[in-house]
Antibody
């Protein structure tokens, strides 16, 4: 059972980037999935959530309208499309799974996104 | 804007007991927020310690315990060990598909 996140890199302010998270070892479509980020030296910040069939999404105010979370259950993959990137979006982005009861029980290793000015 | 506050730092002696708390700007933390706690060492992904206020995740030793103390969620560590020196985060489920993490507590064991 694991999550492998990828797609991070160095991008200029105003640019776009798509992160991916490959799930394995469990029935992907049965679980809500999330992106959580952590700026260098800072704390964890919840970014976005998607339900099991992808029909419902929620976002933190700081990314609403710029980021889109999606999933492809046939490929067991979670995505985060990030547009209009800002310097303050620089962070390690973790994908994570929540269990019934609303807690994060499985985390990816994180992928670093650096937005340059 | 909902803010979840934790002590920025805390110090405990080896073998000692420490209680970290998780406070909500908009009111009291209750079990309805499904408080959970995570441990993170530098460069690593978080590890789940406690969920649903007090339930220990698989493999977590019983010297970690969760509760509601007054109007806050609390994580108590008894018999602190050197490898407990790391960052601890609480998370609250606000409902409607929204979560908020606390700012984290850096625990020093000395």
């Amino acid at each position: 059972v694991q999550l492998v996140d990828s797609g991070g890199g160095l991008i200029q302010r105003g640019g776009s980037l798509r992160l991916s998270c490959a799930a394995s070892g469990y029935t992907f479509s049965n679980y809500w999935m999330h992106w959580v980020r952590q700026a260098p030296g800072k704390g964890l910040v919840w970014v976005a959530r998607i339900n099991g069939d992808g029909s419902d999404t929620t976002y933190a105010d700081s990314v609403k309208g710029r980021f889109t979370i999606s999933r492809d259950n046939a490929k067991n993959t979670l995505y985060l499309q990030m547009n209009s990137l800002r310097v303050e979006d620089t962070a390690v982005y973790y994908c994570a799974r929540t269990q019934t009861g609303g807690y994060f029980d499985l985390w990816g290793r994180g992928t670093l996104v650096t937005v340059s000015s | 804007q909902t803010v979840v506050t934790q002590e920025p730092s805390f110090s405990v002696s080896p073998g000692g007991t420490v209680t970290l708390t998780c406070d909500l700007s908009s009111g009291s933390v209750s079990t309805n927020y499904y408080p959970s706690w995570y441990q993170q060492t530098p460069g690593q992904a978080p590890r789940t310690l406690i969920y649903n206020t007090h339930i220990r995740s698989s493999g977590v030793p019983d010297r970690f315990s969760g509760s509601i103390l007054g109007n806050r969620a609390a994580l108590t560590i008894t018999g602190a060990q050197a490898d407990d020196e790391c960052d601890f985060y609480c998370a609250l489920y606000m409902g409607s598909g929204i979560w908020v993490f606390g700012g984290g507590t850096k625990l020093t064991v000395l």
